[in-house]
């Protein structure tokens, strides 16, 4: 959960520098919605990646490489967006944001959601299978322990009984 919603955050963070590049006309704040536009991919990159060294299921791995492929597609829109901004096409850079990248924007924010709810439903079942664990273990620990004392008891009497018989 931690890893796709912190990608889910940076991915969010792209999208508001992206539509912020087309607005602003001050070169400083463009170049700072550039750097950050790099910055957040490579952070949404780093917990995906994180992410898919965890994947454990069929289900999981499927919903993870739609959504990875939207990422891929969704870098890919941004990066032209970022070309068109820098050489002073921002009417086209506005069109293709407005158009394509919104499009598979909205795609890529439902993948996210996707993979959120799935991981969401797991956990609660991991978190109801690990009671249950632990409930049967405390009961097992509680059942060796009575058994132990009987056995401990039985044995001192026993033991006091042979020694005490020759007395």
């Known amino acids: 959960l931690e890893y796709t919603g912190n990608a889910s955050v940076y991915y969010q963070r792209v999208r ?22 790099k910055d957040y991919s490579e952070k949404a990159n780093d917990f995906l990646k994180k992410y898919e060294d965890g994947i454990i299921s069929d289900v999981d791995r499927k919903q993870f490489d739609t959504l990875k492929q939207q990422w891929e597609q969704y870098k890919s829109l941004i990066a032209n967006i970022v070309k068109l901004v820098q050489s002073g096409h921002k009417e086209q850079a506005q069109s293709l944001i407005l158009g394509d990248a919104a499009t598979v924007g909205t795609s890529l924010q439902e993948s996210f959601d996707k993979v959120l709810q799935y991981n969401s439903n797991d956990t609660e079942a991991r978190t109801g299978n690990n009671t249950k664990l632990a409930n049967t273990a405390i009961l097992t620990m509680i059942i060796v322990i009575i058994v132990a004392m009987i056995v401990a008891i039985m044995l001192g009497i026993f033991l006091s009984r042979i020694i005490s018989n020759p007395v």
Not at 18 to 36: F, R, Y
Request: charged fraction near 20%; aromatic fraction near 4%.
């Open 16 to 37: 508001f520098n992206a539509l912020k590049m087309i607005v602003v006309d001050d070169v400083g704040q463009l170049d700072t919605c550039i750097t950050n536009i």
